[in-house]
């Protein structure tokens, strides 16, 4: 039975997810193209035919109910889309802008080549002026190598079931053109310095000049004139961004002909010592324990892509009215609105890095960890992590620097996660120190679950199958990254065909009452012996993983909603 969620049932399919992709540069001009495109496969040297052609929903990905496209992408093949549209062209530069396409892409407008991007989780833009007319025809073409390629994955897999999903491939979040004037703003990089009480504004464009307006709601805060693309904003009166109180500053930027807005937060993150000399999370300089969930990003109608902007909204809402602080992105990049909601609702982001390479070792990566085998070296002569060739290690520093850039300016995101589980690790010490010359504002979980190498920020555990023990301090914070896991199927919102999880339930009652015991002996009871953070698996079930608090439709949440908040509240107070 196909699952859907109830935006994906009222989906508009001529004009769905129409929404200012772009919250961090934001202008007027703006033409959204998601809707009705045509595609067809072909072999990967192919030229499309002319009677080849078949209707897709964008920016449904190939192989999603949403797109109405339910065929899967061979890595020999190619995808090719085409998209029939009108425009006004005028004096101002027009740029042609994709959110994502998965993996690798070359782009024409009007039969001229106007570019190609690599890596499916990070969004590019095109300068298509010289091209663009009255009347246009954009084609793509799309290659995906699922997992038998050097790009980055995530948990799409040829061979899926249990915790790896469908893959999906080719556009996959919103496609649209923007009229850029002469002297634009191109950039904006946002770095708060929370302790000097000021905020660094990095401007790239060509540009002779910039008037910077800093509000606080209906309040000016500053207003400044400068001829240098670098600008410290003085905040005399900081009000600090949190959870509970999550202010955002706006910020507008104007040129000769050019203004923009963007908005930034006043916080800081790092690690201290609790009154107990426990160390902590901290969050402004206050110890703040983080209470959060592993947070996969699918549903079961749009796969990696959420079906209505409202549809993040009411997860994130729910989320936080569940008692919740904090979200681990795993092993994928969402969509930049995904993370302009977390900034204005109030919740901190743990981001991963989304994984690729090659096949991974299942003993080493899978059955030793949770036998207590957990630190094998990550050198790249280490073929069981799948990093083996230097083509593949180039290519994952790319997408990382690729999602660094995208994400920078997130006011949630307080951490990077660069590896999961060994999953095409390699060198993470220096991948951690990498991380840390690019971003000195953030915390680093260097690698996450296990082989870890003594780096970053974090002792970050996965413990499924045995009570968890703080270890031994080592001057990095102790996060229970993943823990949990308890499965349960409700028949008729989640379409697994063979029920996985870590510990199974037939009942719901069983499972509510399982899950608050392991709160109890697991967190409760370490919180004021050092532990500092845990993330239960996970917001949703999706595909046979079957372990979320919401069904994969989000129809039902099925922990009992006040017990958990009365929960996660007790963990929040906990640390006081």
């Excluded at 608050?516 to 239960?536: F, M, T």
Aim: charged share 25%.
């Amino acid at each position: 039975m196909a699952v859907f969620t109830e935006w994906g049932e009222g989906l508009n399919q001529q004009a769905p997810l129409q929404e200012y992709p772009r919250m961090q540069l934001q202008r007027n001009s703006f033409m959204n193209l998601n809707g009705v495109w045509e595609y067809q496969i072909t072999e990967e040297k192919a030229s499309p035919k002319g009677d080849g052609w078949k209707k897709i929903i964008v920016p449904f990905a190939l192989g999603s109910k949403l797109s109405q496209a339910e065929e899967n992408l061979r890595p020999d093949q190619a995808l090719w889309y085409r998209k029939q549209f009108s425009y006004k062209p005028s004096y101002l530069r027009t740029w042609l802008n994709f959110e994502g396409v998965d993996q690798e892409c070359t782009v024409w407008v009007n039969g001229i080549e106007a570019g190609r991007h690599e890596g499916g989780y990070s969004p590019f833009s095109l300068d298509i002026s010289s091209m663009i007319k009255y009347q246009n025809a954009l084609v793509v073409r799309v290659r995906d190598f699922r997992d038998t390629g050097v790009y980055a994955y995530g948990k799409q897999k040829i061979e899926h079931g249990g915790m790896w999903y469908t893959p999906s491939s080719g556009i996959w979040q919103t496609v649209w053109l923007e009229d850029i004037p002469e002297h634009a703003v191109h950039d904006i990089k946002i770095t708060p310095d929370y302790d000097g009480r000021q905020v660094f504004i990095d401007l790239a464009g060509d540009f002779s000049q910039a008037l910077i307006t800093v509000m606080a709601g209906q309040e000016l805060v500053h207003q400044g004139l400068t001829d240098d693309h670098h600008y410290t904003i003085p905040i005399e009166h900081i009000h600090p961004w949190t959870p509970d109180d999550p202010f955002l500053y706006d910020v507008y930027v104007k040129t000769e002909d050019d203004l923009v807005r963007s908005y930034f937060g006043m916080r800081k993150f790092s690690r201290g010592y609790d009154s107990y000399g426990k160390i902590r999370f901290c969050l402004n300089d206050k110890p703040l324990f983080l209470n959060g969930l592993l947070d996969q990003g699918y549903t079961p109608d749009g796969l990696m892509t959420y079906p209505d902007d409202h549809a993040m909204i009411y997860e994130l809402k729910k989320i936080k009215e569940l008692g919740f602080n904090m979200l681990r992105k795993h092993v994928k990049v969402e969509c930049r609105r995904w993370y302009y909601h977390c900034d204005r609702l109030g919740i901190l982001v743990m981001q991963d890095m989304p994984n690729g390479g090659g096949p991974y070792d299942f003993k080493q990566t899978a059955v030793w960890p949770n036998l207590g085998m957990r630190r094998k070296k990550d050198t790249v002569q280490n073929k069981a992590f799948g990093r083996v060739t230097d083509v593949s290690r180039e290519m994952y520093y790319k997408e990382l620097d690729d999602m660094l850039d995208m994400l920078y300016n997130t006011v949630s995101v307080f951490a990077w996660v660069p590896f999961n589980e060994g999953w095409g690790q390699f060198d993470s010490e220096k991948v951690t120190e990498h991380i840390r010359e690019y971003d000195r504002t953030r915390l680093v979980d260097s690698a996450s679950g296990w082989h870890d190498q003594g780096a970053g920020d974090f002792d970050s555990r996965h413990v499924y199958f045995l009570p968890y023990r703080v270890p031994k301090d080592d001057g990095r914070i102790h996060l229970l990254s993943e823990f949990g896991g308890y499965a349960y199927l409700e028949y008729g919102h989640s379409e697994a065909e063979k029920l996985y999880g870590y510990k199974k339930f037939t009942d719901k009652l069983a499972l509510d009452e399982a899950v608050h015991n392991l709160y109890e002996r697991d967190i409760l009871g370490n919180i004021r012996k050092g532990l500092a953070g845990c993330i239960y698996t996970q917001v949703s079930d999706v595909e046979d993983e079957c372990n979320g608090i919401f069904t994969a439709d989000r129809k039902i949440i099925k922990v009992d909603e006040r017990k958990m908040r009365k929960m996660n509240l007790r963990c929040l107070r906990r640390l006081k």
